[in-house]
């Protein structure tokens, strides 16, 4: 992989593990995004590092735990920023987009950022060219008292240009803003960055007027079939230009499905929905395609993360990943090239599962265990009493996908090498009673103000 390579990466908003046929779905044809499988790499042990999506987007951006860039929650303790929060991403940190702009390559974000979206935590200021989208979810409502505040504001650059936009169209819209990117950046190695804002939460998805009623599955359906049009956009637009060969795709999810009343999503065979630490809600489908260097048809079962994205992005592109402090991902390259040798990074390190401030699961190899703590919501909510005790558990991923038979009685010293590296990552990033010696202050303004037209 010594050519560098144009970068797309495609990354949905709350959309499940088994939501896309190449991954098991019966009600979903995605024949674009089957499509990249079929001629890339299919990851099976791909996580996002949060259940939600404001710290997802941080790890990807960053290459770390949330945790590590204090982005685990929100200024007032929320899991994700709200519309005019004091906090977001700090200027000072280093993103995958810095990193390829520093490289010559033009860089854009089109789509749901959701990393502050006041003026010094906005896309621009953080690596971005240009920044056509929304800066936070799209069924959000401020929480100012007295004030009409639009729902969703709809940015390019730093300047608000519709404060109401029709939600129907917003991932036809992205995906022609990034058709248009490709277009005028074929002739130079570009950095697109496609963070939808579908299916979205657990309210009512978004299609436009040409996908509904056209799925199996109701609007939910309808919304991924629209997504998976958008990745077939592309792929057509990247062959027309002559550079589909010289571009990497990547193309994921910030986290699981969440749960709809009746369940439309699905994270199948994953137990669990998306908002917490299960794999349901943190392993992710995953494809990464680039024609003659990522064997076609593969697939990858060794554990991998969002995170590993930033390193691997700036190998790729003739430099490394900041050195100046740490990062918590891997470059891949080797796996990615199909060495059936090389081992995952983090069956050294481990992975590890984050509630906003709580460490709640680590995985490493095939096994993964659930921490023992007090109840989660408890403890979120400020009481430390202990009372509503959590007792470990332990799965074996390899043999038990859908963690249904429970075995910490069986495997006593699997569980206590997993407890120690807990400690470990306790003391490096800190858990819901301590600072981590090793974190780093997210970015804070001493007054948020609405987006709002001017």
Request: hydrophobic content about 30%.
């Amino acid at each position: 992989m010594n050519q560098k390579p144009n970068i797309v990466v495609m990354n949905m908003d709350n959309l499940g593990y088994g939501d896309i046929s190449c991954y098991g779905s019966q009600l979903h044809n995605t024949t674009n995004i089957d499509r990249l499988a079929e001629e890339g790499m299919r990851f099976t042990s791909f996580y996002s590092v949060s259940g939600v999506c404001t710290p997802s987007r941080a790890g990807l951006m960053t290459g770390c735990y949330p945790r590590r860039v204090n982005m685990h929650c929100s200024a007032d303790n929320r899991a994700v920023l709200f519309p005019a929060d004091r906090k977001g991403l700090h200027p000072q940190e280093i993103t995958v987009a810095k990193v390829l702009k520093d490289q010559g390559y033009a860089t854009a974000c089109i789509g749901k950022w959701h990393l502050g979206d006041q003026k010094p935590f906005l896309p621009t200021r953080h690596g971005f060219d240009q920044f056509f989208g929304c800066p936070y979810s799209e069924d959000m409502r401020p929480d100012v008292k007295g004030d009409h505040v639009p729902p969703l504001p709809i940015m390019e650059d730093e300047n608000v240009i519709e404060s109401a936009p029709d939600i129907n169209y917003l991932t036809k819209r992205y995906t022609e803003k990034g058709v248009d990117f490709i277009m005028e950046n074929k002739d130079r190695p570009f950095f697109l960055y496609l963070p939808y804002a579908m299916p979205g939460s657990d309210k009512t998805p978004f299609a436009s007027p040409d996908f509904r009623g056209k799925s199996k599955n109701g609007i939910y359906g309808d919304c991924v079939q629209e997504l998976d049009w958008s990745a077939g956009q592309i792929l057509k637009n990247l062959k027309n230009s002559g550079i589909d060969d010289n571009t990497l795709i990547i193309w994921t999810s910030d986290n699981g499905a969440v749960y709809h009343d009746p369940p439309q999503g699905s994270n199948a065979p994953l137990k669990g929905w998306g908002y917490d630490t299960s794999e349901g809600a943190q392993r992710m489908p995953c494809i990464m395609r680039l024609p003659g260097q990522i064997p076609a048809g593969s697939v990858c079962d060794k554990v991998t993360s969002m995170m590993d994205i930033l390193p691997t992005l700036a190998a790729l592109a003739g430099t490394s990943a900041p050195d100046d402090r740490i990062i918590d991902g891997f470059d891949i390259r080797n796996i990615l090239s199909g060495n059936t040798t090389e081992k995952s990074p983090y069956d050294t390190t481990g992975f590890f599962y984050y509630h906003m401030h709580q460490l709640q699961a680590v995985r490493c190899g095939q096994w993964k265990l659930y921490l023992p703590l007090d109840n989660k919501s408890t403890k979120l909510r400020g009481d430390y009493s202990g009372k509503n005790r959590v007792e470990a558990r332990l799965y074996n991923l390899d043999l038990d996908i859908s963690e249904e038979n429970e075995v910490s009685a069986l495997h006593p010293e699997v569980v206590k090498d997993l407890m120690a590296l807990a400690d470990r990552i306790r003391e490096d990033i800190g858990d819901w009673d301590r600072e981590g010696k090793n974190q780093r202050p997210a970015g804070y303004v001493n007054k948020a103000v609405p987006q709002m037209t001017s």
